[in-house]
């Protein structure tokens, strides 16, 4: 990893510090709708913190474009991180999810889920993803790697709403055990 990426990671970590979990910490105030704020905002919020004094737009717009997990969008002058709030619950509207979503955890928690299914584990969602790769990037941080693959169709006969966060990111309050298998890639 370059110098350069390996600032960029960092820098990353801190605009998801803001925009999903302490907000309120560095002055930076979100609509409570959408959890977006001006980009200028945010800017200013990263320049208070001396260690960042050196950030400028374009930083925090490269690292937006270069994040693997499409965990930020800018639209119209503000941003906003797309999920994983800790802080407040943002509202997502409804939408209609692809037959089947996966779900990236460790092998630890996999007894755990096939019993009580899929909870969001002091986060406000579950996440999910279209794809296997991407669901791979979200569950490898925390040991072995296991995926589950969710019958979007039976959740949905049990009641569970799906709400797409941009890109392949999908996100439900729960999802039953009974819509959750193992995925196995053979």
């Not at 970590?13 to 907000?23: E, Q, Y």
């Not at 979503?101 to 299914?117: D, Q, V």
């Not at 959740?155 to 990111?169: I, K, M, N």
Request: aromatic share 8%.
């Amino acid at each position: 990893m370059s110098k350069n990426q390996a600032m960029d990671t960092k820098l990353s970590k801190m605009m998801t510090k803001l925009l999903r979990h302490t907000p309120k910490e560095f002055g930076l105030v979100l609509d409570p709708k959408d959890g977006s704020c001006p980009l200028s905002a945010l800017l200013k919020a990263i320049n208070a913190q001396p260690r960042w004094s050196w950030v400028k737009q374009e930083d925090i717009e490269r690292v937006v474009r270069n994040s693997d997990k499409q965990r930020f969008d800018i639209e119209n002058g503000r941003i906003r991180a797309r999920y994983g709030h800790s802080y407040d619950k943002i509202e997502y509207t409804a939408g209609e999810p692809p037959a089947v979503l996966y779900h990236g955890t460790n092998k630890y928690s996999l007894p755990s889920i096939l019993k009580e299914g899929i909870s969001p584990m002091g986060r406000q969602y579950v996440h999910l993803s279209e794809s296997t790769h991407f669901a791979s990037l979200a569950g490898s941080r925390r040991g072995e790697l296991a995926i589950l693959k969710v019958d979007t169709q039976q959740a949905g006969q049990w009641g569970v709403q799906f709400y797409h966060a941009g890109g392949e990111v999908w996100l439900a309050d729960e999802v039953p055990r009974e819509c959750c298998t193992v995925w196995n890639p053979q």
